[in-house]
């Protein structure tokens, strides 16, 4: 029987090539956007980061692109209250979108950026792909479920990046991938592969850079 969402194999070396290459060149912020209004021209594909507060989200991109302080880390939940666009050189838009889930921030403010997400997500029709971040240490929350919900329903294809695998052990990591493919199960716009990572180890970082080169440019 065919294991269901297995986790990706690392590329070959032309997947491995392309991945680099594409990262190779510096990776420049654009822009913050607070409204839909302030979404650069759709004038390429793009994919987007999206995960709860404090799942490693900054850490995860700051790997991808070789850059120590591309994306914000910050020891504060819910601090990035923007969805930040950063530009590939010939390839897609890298979008981090605001961190889902606890925050502290007035409610006011998160219901705001919440909304915003929820826009971007339904609405931007040059989005590829959506990765979303799950901590490998806790599987798929109750939060997590209602973006997987909403990706859905807006018909976003969604690849789901487990981050921090090395801050748990082997028993408890292969539980928690079991836990994350079941959850799977019932959302029809799941990517069929799962992408393993730690962002201080560098492990899966080869593979999410080869599968965001594999999805075109322009």
């Given at each position: 029987m065919e294991l269901q969402f297995p986790l990706a194999e690392e590329p070959d070396d032309f997947t491995r090539e392309?991945?680099?290459?594409?990262f190779a060149f510096p990776v420049e912020f654009l822009k913050g956007v607070v409204a839909m209004s302030g979404l650069p021209p759709a004038d390429?594909?793009?994919?987007?980061?999206?995960?709860?507060s404090n799942v490693g989200k900054?850490?995860?991109i700051n790997a991808l692109t070789?850059?120590?302080?591309?994306?914000?880390?910050?020891?504060?939940?819910?601090?990035?209250?923007?969805i930040n666009y950063f530009t590939t050189q010939d390839g897609p838009y890298l979008v981090d979108l605001p961190g889902y889930g606890f925050a502290q921030a007035p409610v006011a403010v998160v219901a705001k950026?919440?909304?915003?997400?929820?826009s971007y997500l339904a609405g931007r029709a040059t989005?590829?792909?959506?990765?979303?971040?799950?901590?490998?240490?806790?599987?798929?929350?109750a939060v997590d479920e209602e973006i997987?919900?909403?990706?859905?329903?807006?018909?976003?294809?969604?690849?789901?990046?487990m981050t921090k695998a090395d801050k748990v052990g082997a028993s408890d990591r292969e539980k928690n991938i079991a836990q994350v493919r079941k959850a799977l199960t019932s959302?029809?716009?799941?990517?069929?592969e799962i992408v393993l990572t730690s962002s201080e180890k560098g492990d899966g970082i080869e593979t999410l850079r080869a599968i965001i080169a594999g999805l075109g440019g322009q």
């Open positions: 392309a991945g680099r290459k594409l390429r594909i793009e994919v987007c980061f999206a995960g709860r900054s850490s995860l070789n850059r120590k302080n591309l994306a914000r880390a910050s020891n504060t939940p819910g601090r990035t209250q923007e950026w919440q909304a915003l997400l929820k989005l590829r792909r959506a990765f979303v971040l799950i901590d490998t240490r806790h599987g798929v929350k997987l919900t909403l990706l859905d329903r807006a018909a976003v294809p969604f690849q789901v990046v959302h029809p716009a799941a990517y069929p």
